[in-house]
Nanobody, 127 residues
Framework: VQLVESGGGVVQAGCDLTISCATSGFTFSGIWMHWVRQAPGKGLEWVSSVYTGNGSTNSADSVKDRFTVSRDNTKNILYLHINSLKSEDTALYYC?????????????????????WGQGTQVTVSS
């Protein structure tokens, strides 16, 4: 399993950004894929998930109005589009895949060992 995030950078507050996760080594269609972030000095925070089979999504209440998760099954790529970036969005953003069969459809951040992780892409929001 390989997960490679990209697209982060320094972005001004109020702007939009789309980050990506290129995947390989497993069947991408018909599973849950997830985005998780870690702000400086804080723990992991689950952000959004998409079921690659039918496109169903789940998102944390704190971001669901501004974050949109999507996927391209032809390219095996996961996306996260962030509208109107805020300073509190500054974080390292990871994509993740559950290691086992019964994915709950969101990330249980207390059990990070249950997931495959990418290396992350840094998003820094400047004011």
């Amino acid at each position: 399993v390989q997960l490679v995030e990209s697209g982060g950078g320094v972005v001004q507050a109020g702007c939009d950004l789309t980050i990506s996760c290129a995947t390989s080594g497993f069947t991408f269609s018909g599973i849950w894929m997830h985005w998780v972030r870690q702000a400086p000095g804080k723990g992991l925070e689950w952000v959004s998930s998409v079921y690659t089979g039918n496109g169903s999504t789940n998102s944390a209440d704190s971001v669901k109005d501004r974050f949109t998760v999507s996927r391209d099954n032809t390219k095996n790529i996961l996306y996260l589009h962030i509208n109107s970036l805020k300073s509190e969005d500054t974080a390292l953003y990871y994509c993740a895949k559950f290691r086992y069969e019964e994915d709950p459809g969101r990330v249980v951040t207390s059990s990070p060992e249950s997931y495959y992780w990418g290396q992350g892409t840094q998003v820094t929001v400047s004011s």
